[in-house]
């Protein structure tokens, strides 16, 4: 039997402007379905989390969306946008 080790890294930077009404939405969402006690370096971490399991793509559960476009239902946007989206896989044998 043959063994092999795989190495997956995702990089990628989130922007975001604390005060925006968007952000204060989506942090009382999160607080609301998430994480009752929880601040906005726990959402962004849940955000991060998300998208490197599912991709920026869709919805992040408790918070909402990260983009913004006509497919987005008012009031969705979550005020966080990624970019530098970067994908490394290392196979070593």
Do not use: Q, R, W
């Amino acid at each position: 039997m043959k063994n092999i080790t795989v190495t997956y890294t995702k990089t990628f930077n989130l922007e975001f402007d604390i005060e925006s009404e968007e952000f204060k939405n989506a942090l009382s969402d999160y607080k609301d379905v998430i994480y009752k006690k929880g601040k906005s370096t726990d959402m962004l971490h849940h955000v991060a989390h998300s998208i490197v399991m599912k991709g920026k793509g869709e919805m992040v559960e408790g918070v909402g969306f990260l983009h913004e476009d006509k497919s987005v239902p008012a009031g969705m946007f979550s005020g966080i946008k990624v970019s530098n989206e970067e994908d490394e896989i290392c196979i070593a044998f």
